[in-house]
């Protein structure tokens, strides 16, 4: 059984930073594609960024690149999304997203359409 975990969500101040982790379970972890997407109150859930099952090769959202950074540890089977400037429009609950097929392009996961598993979700606050 395929498990997704989030951590590292909180409060922080505009400019701040958080660094959220997603500790996976279950199938072997550098054989997929990851992703981050997040949700706001009252909104669609959003594509934010994703990594290649080697890490080679990552994609972000327009409004997130060059503040975010996603990472992977396959030997820890782990991603993480590194947020920094962050402005009060990227609070919303971040979940980790694995993609359902092995070893396909992460530029699959910009949509929700291949997401294989989802996680619980982590919250991100951010205050003006």
């Known amino acids: 059984q395929v498990q997704l975990l989030e951590s590292g969500g909180g409060l922080v101040q505009a400019g701040g930073s958080l660094r959220l982790s997603c500790a996976a379970s279950?199938?072997?972890?550098?054989?997929?594609?990851m992703s981050w997407f997040r949700q706001a109150p009252g909104k669609e859930r959003d594509f934010v960024a994703a990594?290649?099952?080697?890490?080679?090769?990552?994609y972000y959202a327009d409004s997130v690149k060059c503040r975010f950074t996603i990472s992977r540890d396959n030997a820890a089977n782990t991603m993480y999304l590194q947020l920094n400037s962050l402005q009060p429009e990227d609070a919303a609950v971040y979940y980790c997203?694995?993609?359902?097929?092995?070893?396909?392009?992460?530029?699959?996961?910009?949509?929700?359409?291949?997401?294989?598993?989802w996680g619980k979700g982590t919250q991100v606050t951010v205050t003006s």
């Open positions: 279950g199938r072997t972890f550098s054989d997929y594609a």
């Open positions: 990594i290649s099952w080697s890490g080679t090769y990552t």
């Open positions: 997203a694995s993609d359902r097929r092995r070893y396909y392009s992460a530029s699959n996961l910009r949509s929700s359409t291949d997401v294989g598993y």
